[in-house]
């Protein structure tokens, strides 16, 4: 199980870098989605799968059983996911505004701060 | 703003419960499936789809507080949970507890700062993501 | 982010990580009595160590000198007096523990710091620490007041008391400190304070260059102390030089050693000016002349001493601790004193003997016999005491006649007789001439010399010609400037208010006193010595030692000097022709390494960034594939499990979907198509967390799934569509294909490497075993984010705050565009 998603999580890096490699700027955005899902498959990936169980401690029981999920990559992703969302919204800003001043979206034209000639 | 009959009427519908859910959600995840994170996202697609379906003048009316000031307010509630360690000479954010025990001497309810903290995360995270999807549906 | 960088620390350093969490619940809010939260965060008292007299006294220091500018403000007449009350209680409690230090008996303090690295906040006061406490309340005392006078109605008057206190306090813990950690904190605090006060006349362009070399030479050792200081802890299996020391580990013989030494001595010798770093310190006399008196002379440049002193008897003693020492301690001794005749400046006469003197200091500590140790305690004394005094005298005659040019003085005497007979006394202590107690010291230099087990006689001469140029330069600072008939400049000096001449006469005084009745220095400096030594050693000073070789050593040094003076001209005519001749200007190489930086930072800047975003990301991601391919491929960690696909079919559904639109998300060309594929693989990744046990993740995800679509529905409307056609060069899309099918499966790789390994569960256990018990709470999941990690969590919410602040920012606030253009007329005049 855990070998068929690591090789789920390479394909979807895969696919990430090569959009994070376009000029389009939406298309790094695209990859950004991909790379941070991939990230969050991943975290839970190394601390093992287990099916189903989520880690509640039950009623009337004062430790958390044996056999259920490990909590701990749980909460790293939870709050992974959220920051994740917060940066695709941040860049997706950043591309609009970018478009509404520059006029393009090609990462290659965008060269205000680093003009051509100065290199 | 989405002119669809379907999706205004169970919008309309839907707004009010998905709250209630979010804060039950919110207020059980200490022991359940649940907590500040997951809460707050729940209400946050609420007022989106919500405001998708009407238009984003008539979330700000039902929101009453600017989404800046849910976002401070939760950060603040957040930092100054923090502070109840203090006094007794702990670390920063150790958390504190009253506990309820009821007559079998048995933990019945327990009030802690994490609480506090969970409801901060809960305003913070709906606060960003209004002032999100509100900055972006004002371009329109 | 945050949680990214959570994430190796919580897989990786697990059994450390327990005493690190930002909280671990407490019972019922009754927790032990109060304390004032900001010293209870910071550092808990150990029960067994209750006492805080030196924490309390380096407080102190630090409290006076952030009050120092608003004092100035409220009494601009006496703030010195007050600020002085600081450093001179901190001097009479010291004094207090002579007694006890006296008696083999250190006293020592410590607080935890960072438990979980075992850092402390630990001082520890024997003999060496005291004699430079001493000096540094004592001489700081006199410099406040001092400063004061001399910075009568300067507009910054409360701000270079504030630098120097600071100093004062930064120089104290250092001295203090026993803590390998702490020791290296105050050794930088003492870096950057003293980068103000030489920058202090910030208005000044040699100003600012002074004090940014002093920095950086000081800051680039200060680099390799860390890292020395970490190492040594390493070898020697303590945290604490105190503690080092005690276990007597073999560090000499340690596969170590070399690494140690080199990066301990590189901080010892920028810290101490020794050649070739000596270059900074005569540059650093663009400070005002009190910092020269106080860091020049007495502290800050002896730090470097001192931590040789330190760690000599751990270090100490090899074949290369001896030569290295001795001889580069000799050749800064030697051209310290050469300059020292070359130069008029009043100030770099005396920064030129002070180099003489950290030289001759590190000669000592290099040849380490008994008497070079005695030497060393009893020079390091009177080097403070004259050289004090001198600058301060220097500052007196700069105040008083408007100069420190000595070819523009001369018969001062008359109009400035306190401060001519203070420097006279200070500068025969220079000379070494009886009865002062510069004369007890070079007897015991030459004794030392005499007494080494290696064969030094190259470096006796050296010393001798070194100690011979100080009776030249002490001719050029009293003689030269005092006695004669009055200049120009003389004519109009006057003689400064008592807090000017308070502080030469003290030391002065001090230096003769001493020189007289010796013995009372004994126990003290027998205690320095036995800390230099690592164990006892007495010491018996007697001005009068009989007719020892030393004593005859020490005629030929007079008749020596007396002759530097008198052919001065020659001397010096010769002195610059040897420089021309060799060339060798540290000054002027130093600015020719930071040009060449300065080059390779822009030429690397220009071959890196060329302004194009594909290629940045290239050059990371070949970075990332390189570098994590190699180490999986020494680290021999590429394991191929056997893959058995028999009732996997859940997983490899949902395996499939992610890849599905994942090649989905590369492929679509309409809005539509794309956010369908992205919803593919969310949705797919939301119902692999739901399937294994983590449904609070998935339902986060649905949700984030949810509002993603619902943005991205709402930009891209307002957006182009993506170009029809492939959006890069064939030869581009080959190769960037191979890089992207490259990381992927190296990141298939790692993971399967990690898989392969045994988990570590000690962390999710103690989250599983303290959840409810500690915490109340049965989602484990929610109390790690709320309570156990909960400061993370704070960070993290900070980060989806600012993120939305962001994106805020980004929409609404935009430069208003001018509606119309500005009318000319009366208006824009006024403004121009």
Not at chain 1, 101 to 112: I, K, P, V
Not at chain 3, 216 to 243: K, Q, R
Not at chain 3, 325 to 336: D, E, I, P, R
Not at chain 3, 659 to 679: C, E, F, K, Q
Request: hydrophobic letters at 55%; one cysteine or more.
């Amino acid at each position: 199980m855990e070998t068929i998603m690591a090789f789920a999580v390479g394909g979807m890096v895969a696919g990430a870098v090569y959009l994070f490699l376009s000029r389009q700027l939406l298309r790094v955005l695209f990859g950004v989605i991909l790379l941070s899902n991939a990230v969050n498959v991943a975290i839970l990936l190394v601390g093992r799968l287990t099916p189903g169980q989520a880690p509640l401690i039950g009623q009337g029981q004062e430790v958390l059983g044996q056999g259920l999920a490990n909590p701990l990559p749980q909460a790293l992703i939870l709050t992974a996911i959220v920051i994740g969302f917060g940066l695709l919204s941040f860049v997706l800003a950043l591309v609009y505004r970018g478009y509404q001043e520059l006029g393009t979206l090609d990462s290659s034209q965008m060269r205000t701060a680093e003009p051509e000639d100065a290199v | 703003m989405m002119d669809s009959l379907i999706l205004r009427t169970a919008t309309r519908l839907l707004l009010a419960l998905m709250i209630l859910f979010s804060i039950f959600i919110l207020w059980r995840g200490h022991n359940e499936p649940g907590g500040g994170f997951v809460g707050g996202l729940i209400c946050a697609v609420a007022f989106a789809l919500h405001a998708l379906a009407f238009g984003v003048k008539e979330m700000k009316r039902l929101l009453v507080l600017d989404p800046r000031s849910l976002l401070g307010g939760g950060l603040l509630l957040g930092i100054l949970s923090g502070f109840f360690a203090g006094p007794g000479g702990d670390p920063f954010m150790t958390a504190r507890w009253i506990i309820f025990k009821d007559a079998t001497g048995a933990k019945a309810l327990a009030l802690g700062t994490p609480v506090l903290f969970d409801i901060g995360v809960y305003l913070v995270v709906v606060g960003a993501l209004l002032a999100m999807v509100q900055a972006l549906m004002e371009e329109d | 982010m945050f949680s990214w960088t959570g994430f190796p620390v919580a897989f990786s350093g697990i059994e450390g990580q327990l005493g690190t969490f930002s909280s671990l619940t407490g019972p019922v809010l009754v927790d032990g009595g109060f304390s004032v939260p900001i010293l209870a965060w910071t550092c808990n008292p150990k029960r067994e160590s209750p006492a805080a007299a030196m924490l309390t006294a380096i407080g102190i220091i630090f409290l006076a000198a952030a009050l120092a500018p608003t004092l100035n403000r409220l009494f601009p007449s006496f703030a010195h007096w007050l600020l002085a009350l600081a450093p001179a209680g901190g001097f009479v409690w010291f004094a207090g523990q002579l007694a006890t230090v006296v008696g083999g008996q250190p006293v020592a303090e410590s607080w935890k710091w960072v438990p979980a690295l075992g850092v402390e906040l630990a001082f520890r006061l024997d003999g060496l620490s005291l004699l430079f406490a001493l000096l540094i309340t004592g001489i700081g005392t006199l410099i406040v007041l001092y400063s004061g006078g001399y910075l009568r109605g300067h507009r910054h008057e409360g701000r270079f008391m504030l630098f120097i206190m600071a100093f004062m306090g930064a120089m104290l813990g250092l001295v203090l400190a026993d803590d390998i950690i702490s020791l290296f904190v105050f050794w930088e605090l003492t870096s950057v304070t003293s980068f103000l006060l030489i920058g202090f006349n910030h208005a000044d362009a040699r100003s600012r260059r002074s004090a940014l070399q002093a920095l950086l030479v000081t800051g680039g050792g200060g680099m390799a102390l860390l890292t020395g200081l970490i190492l040594l802890g390493t070898a020697g299996g303590a945290g604490s030089l105190s503690a080092i020391a005690a276990k007597g580990v073999d560090l000499t013989g340690h596969g170590l050693y070399l690494p140690i030494l080199i990066l301990l001595l590189l901080a010892a010798f920028t810290k101490s000016a020794q050649v070739p770093f000596h270059f900074w310190l005569p540059n650093a006399m663009d400070a005002p002349t009190p910092v020269s008196a106080y860091l020049h002379s007495a502290t800050m440049v002896k730090a470097g001493i001192y931590l040789l002193a330190r760690l000599s008897p751990m270090l100490g003693g090899t074949d290369i601790w001896f030569w290295t020492l001795t001889g580069f301690g000799a050749l800064t001794a030697f051209w310290g004193g050469a300059m020292a005749l070359r130069a008029t400046d009043l100030k770099k006469i005396l920064a030129y003997t002070t180099l003489m003197a950290l030289g001759t200091l590190t000669m000592l500590v290099g040849l380490g016999t008994d008497y070079a140790i005695r030497g060393f305690a009893a020079f390091l004394l009177a080097h403070s005491l004259y050289k004090g005094a001198l600058f301060m005298g220097a500052g007196s005659v700069d105040h008083g006649s408007g100069t420190r040019e000595v070819r523009e003085l001369s018969g001062l005497f008359r109009a400035m007789p306190l401060t001519g007979v203070f420097i006279a006394l200070a500068a025969l202590s220079m000379s070494g001439l009886p009865p002062f107690l510069g004369f007890i010291g070079k007897e015991l230099i030459y004794e030392g010399l005499l007494t080494a087990d290696r064969p030094v006689l190259p470096v006796l001469v050296v010393s001798i010609l070194a100690n011979a140029t100080m009776l030249g330069a002490a001719g050029l600072v009293f003689v030269k400037p005092f006695l004669g008939a009055p200049s120009k400049a003389a004519a109009h000096a006057h003689e400064g208010g008592l807090t000017l001449w308070l502080g030469p006469a003290l030391l002065a005084s001090l230096g003769l006193l001493l020189g007289l009745y010796p013995s009372i220095l004994d126990g003290l400096l027998g205690q320095v010595a036995a800390s230099v030594r690592g164990e006892p050693l007495a010491v018996e000073l007697h001005l009068w030692h009989g007719l020892t070789p030393a004593l005859g050593l020490s005629a030929i040094t007079v008749a020596l000097g007396i002759g530097f003076y008198l052919a001065l001209r020659p001397l010096t005519a010769g002195l610059a022709g040897l420089q021309r001749f060799t060339r060798f200007d540290a000054d002027k190489g130093w600015d020719h390494i930071l040009n060449g930086l300065d080059a390779l930072a822009r030429a690397v800047t220009g071959q890196l960034q060329g302004g194009v975003m594909t290629r940045y990301m290239a050059i990371i991601f070949t970075a990332m594939l390189l570098l994590l391919g190699a180490t999986l491929w020494f680290r021999q960690a590429l394991v191929l499990p056997a893959v058995d696909l028999h009732g996997q079919w859940v997983g490899l559904l949902l395996g499939i979907m992610m890849l599905v639109g994942t090649a989905g998300a590369m492929r679509a060309r309409s809005r539509l198509g794309i956010i369908t594929a992205l919803s593919v693989n969310g949705l797919s990744v939301a119902m692999f967390f739901i399937t294994y046990g983590a449904p609070d993740v998935g339902i986060t995800q649905l949700m984030v799934e949810t509002l993603t679509a619902i943005i991205l529905v709402l930009v891209l409307a307002h957006l182009p569509a993506l170009p029809k056609g492939p959006d890069r060069k064939p030869q581009a899309a080959f190769l960037h294909g191979i890089l992207a099918l490259g990381l992927g499966g190296v990141v298939t790789a790692i993971l399967l490497a990690i898989i392969a390994l045994p988990l570590p569960m000690t962390l999710s256990q103690f989250f599983g075993d303290t959840s409810y018990l500690e915490a109340y709470g049965r989602n484990v999941v929610n109390v790690i984010l709320v309570d156990f990690r909960g400061f993370d969590t704070l960070g993290e919410i900070t980060v989806v705050a600012s993120a939305g602040l962001g994106v805020l920012a980004l929409l609404k606030a935009r430069y208003a565009k001018p509606k119309a253009k500005p009318q000319p007329g009366p208006q824009t005049g006024e403004v121009a």
